[in-house]
């Protein structure tokens, strides 16, 4: 074992230890990667990367088309496939809809990542 493991980053206890690739924390149970956990984590929570249906990077102001026919609740019709949004924002949204945008004919709404795909 060596002798300068670092401290846990949940619980910042000192008795971390190692197990094949990762570190372990005994007292909260926290596990991570030494190496590529440090400067994974930093990156994580302030920078999400959101992926459209075809595995493209999406961010804030792309244009990007529905892939599939979407029903919308309280209307006759639905949102055609093909249908061009323009101006998008990423949110942390609620069950998956993480695309604020506004649509012509609907409004405002919230789209999934997974429907879309880059213009």
């Known amino acids: 074992m060596s002798d300068h493991l670092p401290p846990c980053p949940s619980c910042s206890s000192e008795y971390t230890y190692e197990m094949n690739a990762l570190m372990v924390c005994p007292e909260c149970g926290h596990e ?4 590529a956990g440090a400067a994974a984590e930093p990156a994580g929570p302030d ?8 595995g493209n990077v999406l961010s804030d102001g792309d244009t990007v088309t529905v892939v599939k026919a979407l029903k919308v609740k309280g ?3 639905g949102i055609k496939a093909g249908t061009k949004v323009r101006n ?18 609907f409004g405002a709404m919230q789209l999934k990542s997974s429907v879309v795909k880059k213009a």
Do not use: K, N, Q, T
């Open 32 to 35: 991570w990667m030494p190496a």
């Open 47 to 54: 920078e999400r990367v959101i992926r459209d249906a075809v």
């Open 75 to 77: 209307s006759v019709s």
């Open 88 to 105: 998008i924002r990423l949110v942390g949204g609620v069950d998956g809809h993480d695309i604020d945008c506004r649509i012509e004919g």
